[in-house]
């Protein structure tokens, strides 16, 4: 019976195609993590386990993510423990040794583990087997902090502490248990919130790897807490034509930072706000007060990569289901694991990309709506001819909906207002009145308070 599992899943922020300098692992060393630790495959359930097989030269393979991960665990300095509202002194050993005293064997499941939740989580531990972790094949797209994380993450299961559903966030609605009730709860999420907290606080740490940490414990804040720590709460993300971007809570907006151009991209990214800059090819995270490094991540690369005049063309980025997509004024890409796809827009004369119900769609400068079915990414049936044009042209620059079947937009004026169930522009909003606006994102969840830790 698997009913009882303590599942992470994966963080879109985390899976990420990263080119860097192979380094080999160290063959003494993962002699000694393999006297310490039992590391096999699940290969049956009946079967013997066998052994894994390990590349220790080959950095994107599962094996070598783990002890990459372990080694780094043992190679932290001193962590910066500053208790207060963010450092709760959940965990007061090293984290090396609370890996180790937690952790005894580590099993990897193969592809078709029905216990990996359809792909969806990162790794998981079941309740009364002991100190067993089971890692599954999606945590090969960590990098090394998260994978680092997923092995704080999955400690603290050992002693318990389950999840519950969402009732926010990426797993809201599903039946996937992704939350803990709150960050005092001191559950798993709490745990490895905590460590990236210390990581983000210690100065040498390498640069890159605190903000990804600050970024990491962001993320979690906002995401996997039903219970919102410092005043964390939902809302939109405004964008206005002058390029200032803020947060509105369905009742008062607040200006949260103002873009370098006003038609920069913005996006949300693993439910942190992103920014696309078009005049300088950067690709950043919102934290709080100011930018995150630069993200890495495939789009952010092709994203730099283009050359000036037609990144001055960028239209939007949309992540739907398990594919992104790239769209200039005269070029679309997207991408679904291998299959990428890519058309010259011709006809279409795009301002943004929309999904309607499971289809992708592009919104042309006359409003007409272009979709197209997902299921032809990586088919000849990709193609611009392909894209059906809708019947009528849409009074709508942006539209979210924002609770069960309220929605809000921003009509063609870029005036922000309440729209019906079947899209029809209402009431304008009052607190945004007299602005003119041209994107809105979310429902998503922020707090001011979550200052910089
Ligand atoms: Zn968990």
Same mark, same amino acid.
Request: glycine share 8%; net charge negative; charged share 20%.
């Given at each position: 019976?698997?009913?009882?599992?303590?599942?992470?899943?994966?963080?879109?922020?985390?899976?990420?195609?990263?080119?860097?300098?192979?380094v080999?692992? #160290? /063959?003494?060393?993962?002699?000694?993590? &393999?006297?310490?630790?039992?590391?096999?495959?699940?290969? #049956?359930?009946q079967?013997?386990?066998a052994?894994?097989?390990?590349?220790?030269?080959?950095?994107?393979?599962?094996?070598?993510?783990?002890?990459?991960?372990?080694?780094?665990? @043992?190679?932290?300095?001193?962590?910066?423990?500053? =208790?207060?509202?963010?450092?709760?002194?959940m965990?007061?050993?090293?984290?090396?040794?609370?890996? *180790?005293?937690?952790?005894?064997?580590?099993?990897?499941e193969?592809?078709?583990?029905?216990?990996?939740?359809?792909g &969806?989580?990162?790794?998981?531990? +079941?309740?009364? @087997?002991g %100190?067993?972790?089971?890692?599954?094949?999606?945590?090969?797209?960590?990098?090394?902090?998260?994978m /680092?994380?997923?092995?704080?993450?999955?400690s603290?299961?050992?002693?318990?502490?389950?999840?519950?559903?969402?009732d926010?966030?990426?797993?809201?609605g599903?039946?996937?248990r992704g939350?803990?009730?709150?960050?005092?709860?001191?559950?798993?999420?709490?745990?490895?919130?905590e460590?990236?907290? +210390?990581l983000?606080?210690?100065e040498?740490i390498?640069?890159?790897? +605190? @903000? !990804?940490?600050?970024g990491?414990?962001?993320?979690?804040?906002?995401?996997?807490?039903?219970?919102?720590?410092?005043?964390?709460?939902k809302?939109?993300?405004?964008?206005? *034509? #002058?390029? #200032?971007? !803020?947060?509105?809570d369905?009742?008062?907006? @607040?200006?949260?930072?103002?873009?370098?151009? =006003?038609?920069?991209?913005?996006?949300?990214?693993? &439910?942190?706000?992103?920014?696309?800059?078009?005049?300088?090819?950067?690709?950043?995270?919102?934290?709080?007060?100011?930018?995150?490094?630069?993200?890495?991540?495939?789009?952010?690369?092709?994203?730099r990569?283009?050359? =000036?005049?037609?990144?001055?063309d960028?239209?939007d980025?949309?992540?739907? %289901?398990?594919?992104s997509?790239?769209?200039?004024?005269?070029?679309l890409?997207?991408?679904?694991? =291998?299959?990428?796809s890519?058309?010259?827009?011709?006809?279409?004369r795009?301002?943004?990309?929309?999904?309607?119900?499971?289809?992708?769609?592009?919104q042309?400068?006359d409003?007409?709506?272009y979709?197209?079915?997902?299921?032809?990414?990586?088919?000849?049936?990709?193609?611009?001819?392909?894209?059906?044009?809708?019947?009528?042209?849409?009074?709508?620059?942006s539209?979210?909906t924002?609770?069960?079947?309220? %929605?809000?937009g921003?009509?063609? &004026?870029?005036?922000?207002?309440?729209?019906?169930?079947?899209?029809?522009?209402?009431?304008?909003?009052?607190?945004? *009145?007299?602005?003119?606006?041209? %994107?809105?994102?979310?429902?998503?969840?922020?707090?001011?308070?979550? /200052?910089?830790f």
């Amino acid at each position: 019976m698997l009913s009882v599992l303590f599942a992470l899943f994966v963080s879109a922020a985390h899976a990420e195609d990263t080119a860097s300098q192979v380094v080999c692992l #160290d /063959a003494t060393r993962l002699q000694k993590i &393999n006297a310490q630790f039992k590391v096999i495959i699940n290969t #049956d359930p009946q079967g013997v386990p066998a052994v894994p097989a390990l590349d220790p030269c080959d950095d994107q393979g599962i094996a070598y993510k783990l002890y990459q991960a372990i080694m780094f665990l @043992e190679d932290l300095p001193a962590l910066t423990i500053r =208790p207060d509202a963010y450092d709760l002194n959940m965990m007061t050993e090293l984290p090396y040794k609370f890996f *180790a005293d937690h952790v005894e064997t580590i099993v990897f499941e193969l592809a078709d583990s029905n216990a990996c939740s359809d792909g &969806n989580a990162a790794a998981f531990v +079941r309740r009364g @087997e002991g %100190k067993v972790m089971h890692i599954c094949p999606a945590s090969s797209a960590s990098d090394l902090l998260y994978m /680092a994380t997923i092995l704080i993450h999955e400690s603290r299961h050992v002693d318990g502490f389950p999840h519950q559903l969402c009732d926010h966030g990426r797993w809201a609605g599903v039946m996937f248990r992704g939350c803990d009730p709150s960050y005092e709860f001191k559950g798993a999420y709490g745990i490895e919130t905590e460590f990236n907290i +210390r990581l983000a606080r210690t100065e040498t740490i390498a640069p890159e790897m +605190r @903000e !990804g940490a600050r970024g990491l414990a962001v993320a979690t804040f906002l995401e996997n807490f039903n219970q919102g720590p410092f005043g964390v709460r939902k809302g939109l993300i405004t964008q206005r *034509a #002058d390029g #200032d971007i !803020g947060f509105f809570d369905g009742q008062i907006t @607040e200006s949260l930072f103002k873009l370098p151009h =006003p038609n920069d991209v913005v996006v949300m990214r693993a &439910n942190l706000t992103t920014v696309y800059g078009l005049s300088d090819g950067s690709v950043k995270s919102y934290l709080n007060s100011t930018f995150n490094v630069e993200t890495g991540g495939l789009y952010a690369k092709t994203f730099r990569d283009l050359a =000036p005049e037609t990144r001055q063309d960028m239209r939007d980025v949309l992540y739907v %289901k398990s594919a992104s997509c790239f769209l200039t004024a005269k070029h679309l890409r997207c991408d679904d694991g =291998p299959k990428t796809s890519e058309i010259d827009l011709l006809t279409i004369r795009p301002i943004r990309l929309v999904q309607i119900a499971d289809y992708l769609a592009i919104q042309d400068v006359d409003g007409y709506i272009y979709t197209i079915n997902p299921a032809s990414f990586g088919t000849p049936a990709f193609a611009e001819s392909a894209f059906t044009r809708a019947a009528a042209p849409l009074n709508t620059l942006s539209l979210v909906t924002w609770e069960k079947t309220a %929605k809000i937009g921003i009509d063609n &004026n870029g005036v922000v207002r309440h729209y019906g169930v079947t899209g029809q522009p209402g009431e304008p909003i009052p607190a945004l *009145a007299g602005t003119q606006y041209t %994107k809105l994102i979310g429902p998503t969840w922020w707090s001011a308070h979550l /200052a910089d830790f």
